[in-house]
């Protein structure tokens, strides 16, 4: 696995996920720049840059997960200090990207504070966003500067590909709504499976009510995927349903482990064998269970920097099942 070095590449970690960061630049063969996050008396955060970034291209790899108005607000003041430090470019690196649930107006005088947020990031003076299975495609559309949107399906793809423990023939891949038919649909080609859907009515916020299952299920192990696993309701309802349909077994896999409130214990009592995430949220050791397995998206990162930083099509990285680094610099 061979790449250069960029002199005037800079990868910068804020405090939502350093495990994450340094991983990525480790992948770059490369280490983080010095930076330090504290906060004053009264809370107010206070970033301190304590390298030189003039004329650089600078990354800031930031999730703006729990506590979200916190990430949030170290993202806009690491941009603004980057902006005033004179980096030729700021990307900014967001593996979870917080408030994307809010991205319409579902009922009258309700904000769409998705595009609020995109506007506070593009305003503050970054050129340009990697994001990490938003969940809305359409949130790309909210900024005016370019996104690159990256896709965790071929990293899930091929843990259950490459795990000897699942046999891919009686697999069938599962979507836990309508909305997420073409997430299921991305995963299914990978693993050469059909797919079924969870027809669900959702009474209120993060309550979900299972109403049937379209698509045979019965005598087959039963795959679901979903962009985020937040307090575990959806998931967990949808995998009783499937048992109960005639499921042999049910596993899960999504991109962002919120898992907050009750998540954790709700997984751990339910049906459902095993839950592959990734790494875009920092987990906590209390969240570790046993039946949640990682994998790490750093690597994919990683070469989106490169290659936007070399000025190559990302577009790879979008339609491809990723490997692992690319060790060149030939376009399909």
């Known amino acids: 696995m061979s790449q250069h070095k960029p002199n005037n590449l800079k990868v910068f970690s804020?405090?939502?996920?350093?495990?994450?960061?340094?991983k990525i630049a480790k992948a770059m063969d490369s280490e983080?720049?010095?930076?330090?996050?504290?906060?004053?008396?009264?809370?107010?955060?206070?970033i301190s840059i304590d390298e030189s970034i003039r004329g650089d291209d600078v990354y800031i790899v930031q999730s703006t997960s729990e506590p979200v108005n916190d990430h949030l607000m170290e993202l806009l003041i690491m941009i603004d200090a980057c902006r005033r430090a004179s980096a030729a470019t700021i990307t900014v690196v967001i593996p979870y990207f917080g408030y994307a649930r809010q991205d319409r107006k579902a009922?009258?005088?309700?904000?769409?504070?998705?595009?609020?947020?995109?506007?506070?990031?593009?305003?503050?003076?970054?050129?340009?966003?990697?994001?990490?299975?938003?969940?809305?495609?359409?949130?790309?559309?909210?900024f005016d500067i370019p996104v690159d949107h990256l896709l965790g399906s071929p990293l899930l793809a091929n843990y259950f590909i490459e795990n000897p423990d699942y046999s891919l023939e009686d697999v069938v891949v599962v979507s836990p709504d309508h909305g997420g038919v073409t997430r299921?649909?991305?995963?299914?080609?990978?693993?050469?499976?059909?797919i079924a859907i969870i027809d669900k009515r959702r009474p209120k916020a993060n309550v979900a009510e299972v109403m049937n299952i379209v698509g045979n299920v019965e005598g087959k192990h039963a795959l679901i995927i979903d962009d985020m696993i937040d307090t575990a309701g959806t998931i967990t309802a949808a995998a009783?349903?499937?048992?109960?349909?005639?499921?042999?077994?049910?596993?899960?896999?999504?991109?962002?482990?919120?898992?907050?409130?009750?998540?954790?214990?709700r997984l751990a009592n339910s049906n459902i064998s095993e839950v592959v995430v990734t790494d875009s949220i920092y987990l906590p050791?209390?969240?570790?269970?046993?039946?949640?397995?990682?994998?790490?998206?750093?690597?994919?990162?990683?070469?989106?920097?490169?290659?936007?930083?070399?000025k190559r099509s990302v577009s790879p990285l979008?339609?491809?099942?990723?490997?692992?680094?690319?060790?060149?610099?030939?376009e399909d």
């Open 240 to 265: 009783k349903a499937l048992g109960e349909a005639g499921a042999i077994s049910v596993a899960v896999c999504c991109t962002h482990p919120v898992l907050s409130g009750p998540a954790v214990e």
């Open 107 to 142: 009922k009258p005088r309700e904000p769409i504070t998705a595009k609020l947020v995109s506007n506070m990031i593009e305003k503050t003076g970054a050129d340009r966003v990697v994001a990490l299975d938003l969940h809305a495609a359409q949130i790309q559309g909210f």
């Open 318 to 330: 979008f339609v491809e099942e990723f490997k692992g680094m690319d060790n060149g610099h030939n």
């Open 285 to 310: 050791e209390e969240k570790r269970i046993d039946k949640i397995k990682q994998v790490t998206v750093s690597e994919l990162i990683a070469e989106a920097i490169l290659r936007i930083h070399d």
């Open 184 to 194: 299921a649909r991305k995963l299914a080609e990978f693993l050469k499976a059909p």
């Open 32 to 46: 983080l720049g010095e930076c330090s996050v504290t906060h004053f008396s009264d809370g107010e955060i206070y």
């Open 14 to 22: 804020l405090n939502s996920n350093p495990e994450l960061a340094e």
